[in-house]
């Protein structure tokens, strides 16, 4: 159980999702790892939409959005 917490709040302070929670032997302990896997997974993804949306948000930001090009406030930021 200490791995799982350790391996929790390592992704929360961290924002690593790379790790995962190894195989257990144990059948209840290994249906809650792979529970806490799939929701690193899933956090992973959302994080990885939010951060594309961001860039496109930045994107839009800065062009107007009839031609394309740069806009005032990306004249003022250069």
Do not use: C, W
Request: a neutral charge.
């Amino acid at each position: 159980m200490n791995q799982i917490t350790t391996k929790i709040n390592h992704v929360i302070h961290s924002k690593d999702f790379t790790k995962r929670l190894p195989d257990n032997s144990l059948k209840e302990f290994q249906r809650f790892s792979d529970n806490v896997n799939s929701l690193i997974n899933e956090i992973e993804r959302l994080n990885g939409d939010l951060v594309h949306e961001n860039r496109a948000l930045a994107i839009k930001a800065y062009q107007d959005s009839l031609t394309g090009l740069d806009n005032r406030a990306a004249f003022i930021n250069h």
